[in-house]
């Protein structure tokens, strides 16, 4: 069974950071591309950032530059979101999905799996 299951999410204070995971199974993660996004309370899903097979970040969030790193570890079958300086605009529930190819497509409609989220939130 295909699955992706995100973890890491949590309370954090203002300037701190938080790790994501994103552990797949049912398919072989090196063949690949995966995308972390997010969905704040009463908005639309946004795209964060993907990573291609060959390991090659495409930032869709210009407010996380710098800040938010991803990576992956396709003999663990992981990708991972490093999220440094978070600041109260970046709670929402994040979510990874597999994009359909081993490129970063830079549409919604190019990712066919999707986890089922994990709660960031930034507060005092």
């Known amino acids: 069974q295909l699955q992706l299951v995100e973890s890491g999410g949590g309370l954090v204070q203002p300037g701190g950071s938080l790790r994501l995971s994103c552990v797949a199974s049912g398919f072989a993660l090196d063949f690949y591309a995966i995308g972390w996004f997010r969905q704040a309370t009463g908005k639309g899903r946004e795209g964060v950032t993907c990573i291609s097979t060959r390991g090659d970040p495409t930032n869709y969030l210009d407010s996380v530059k710098g800040r938010f790193t991803i990576s992956r570890d396709d003999a663990k079958n992981t990708v991972y979101l490093q999220m440094n300086s978070l600041a109260p605009e970046d709670t929402a529930v994040y979510y990874c999905?597999?994009?359909?190819?081993?490129?970063?497509?830079?549409?919604?409609?190019?990712?066919?799996?999707w986890g089922q989220g994990t709660q960031v939130t930034v507060s005092s």
């Open positions: 999905a597999r994009e359909q190819g081993p490129y970063c497509s830079g549409s919604v409609r190019g990712f066919d799996y």
